[in-house]
């Protein structure tokens, strides 16, 4: 098992890994929530690359996305698991686009951290706003 912490960071880090590419915006989304939320309150953000490397080395191994998620999974509290699954779609949606690989994974991680169908729904709809571009409407 790992901390709560980094089974939050791990969440994160796949969920931007999904698609194939750590892109540097998601990198920075992971180290600002990790600087600026209360449930990293007391974490050393100094070994962020060690658990995101740790994280990233379980891909290269067979079957290592599902070992990463059962380490996620058991290293949770059921009190964090709403939380890990909204910084997972905050990452996803920090791009401003949803891949197929990226929708996946957060399916396979709600359905293994047991967060509700209309629970995940809020979430999902609350990172596509705090994410949303500014785009012009001509009806407005």
């Keep these: ?27 920075d989304t992971i180290k600002t929530i990790i600087n600026g939320l209360p449930v990293f309150d007391g974490f050393d953000s100094t070994k962020f690359n060690e658990i995101a490397g740790a ?13 990463a998620v059962e380490i996620i999974r058991q290293s949770l509290p059921s009190s964090l698991c709403a939380t ?5 779609c ?3 949606a920090v791009n401003g686009i949803a891949t197929q690989e990226e929708l996946r994974f957060l399916e396979m991680l709600r359905h293994d951290i047991n967060v509700d169908r209309l629970t995940a729904a809020a979430i999902e709809r609350g990172s596509a706003a705090r994410y949303a571009r500014n785009q012009t409407d001509p009806d407005d």
Aim: some cysteine; hydrophobic content about 50%.
């Design 90 to 92: 905050d990452v996803v």
């Design 1 to 27: 098992m790992i901390s709560p912490q980094a089974a939050i960071i791990y969440s994160m880090v796949l969920s931007a890994a999904a698609d194939g590419d750590l892109a540097n915006d998601e990198i």
């Design 84 to 88: 890990a699954y909204a910084l997972a």
């Design 55 to 67: 994280c990233t080395d379980l891909l290269t191994e067979e079957d290592g996305l599902d070992a």
